[in-house]
């Protein structure tokens, strides 16, 4: 897996019905790859803690359909969050300009 550029969700599928130990190891190199190759440290810290959030979710999670509301939840806090910062500066932008 590592060293891999592209998604193959089948591979992934494959290793994750075969060696599931194998899988999680494969699937935490993949992400800490990822994020390794994320940027600047802001950005890592950032996507290491919503890693851990994921992670979390994933453990305490009764059943998959449980994860993946969770994880839906997160997804539209972060984007209602963002769309509103992003909208006050428009505002605030719009408001400066003269007529």
Do not use: C
Request: aromatic share 6%; no cysteine.
């Amino acid at each position: 897996m590592e060293g891999q550029h592209a998604f193959d969700f089948d591979v992934w599928l494959a290793l994750a019905r075969s060696d599931p130990d194998r899988f999680e190891q494969a699937r935490r190199e993949a992400i800490q790859q990822l994020i390794s190759n994320s940027g600047n440290d802001m950005t890592q810290q950032r996507l290491k803690l919503l890693n851990k959030q994921i992670d979390s979710l994933r453990k305490t999670g009764s059943d998959p359909e449980y994860v993946l509301n969770g994880l839906l939840s997160m997804v539209n806090n972060q984007l209602e969050s963002n769309l509103k910062a992003l909208f006050r500066r428009l505002k605030m932008t719009m408001e400066d300009k003269p007529a």
